[in-house]
């Protein structure tokens, strides 16, 4: 019922900055939570931010700081503003949809399994 679209992606050197933006379209109604996801090559899939309908927002420790997550609600845009980027960002990114309540709590708890509606990626490269 409802689809993402992440763009923004690029090779960027270590210290510079990229904005991701996740579009989303379909019954965008339902969403309660937009978030960011990352997962690098042999590595598991890691929570970087999120943003619950209210505004309220959570970023992961290694993120905090240098990312932040907002919405234009209206427009159904998430953003990820990724600033003093590091090697150890590469990853390809995936912004998620939540239906549930408390989702945002449940984000930050690590609790992810109830964000069911995932873009497709985009790719994240940072060189040192």
């Known amino acids: 019922q409802v689809r993402l679209v992440e763009s923004g992606g690029a090779s960027v050197q270590s210290g510079g900055s990229l904005k991701l933006a996740c579009s989303a379209s379909?019954?965008?109604?339902?969403?309660?939570?937009m978030a960011w996801f990352r997962q690098a090559p042999g590595k598991e899939r890691e929570g970087v931010a999120v943003i619950d309908n209210g505004g309220a927002t959570n970023a992961a420790d290694s993120v905090k700081g240098r990312f932040y997550v907002s919405q234009e609600k209206a427009k159904n845009i998430a953003y990820l503003q990724m600033n003093d980027l590091k090697p150890a960002d590469t990853a390809m990114y995936y912004c998620a949809a939540s239906s549930t309540p408390g989702c945002g709590v449940l984000f930050a708890a690590g609790m992810t399994e109830d964000f069911e509606y995932w873009g497709s990626g985009t790719q994240v490269t940072v060189s040192s």
């Open positions: 379909g019954d965008t109604a339902i969403i309660y939570c």
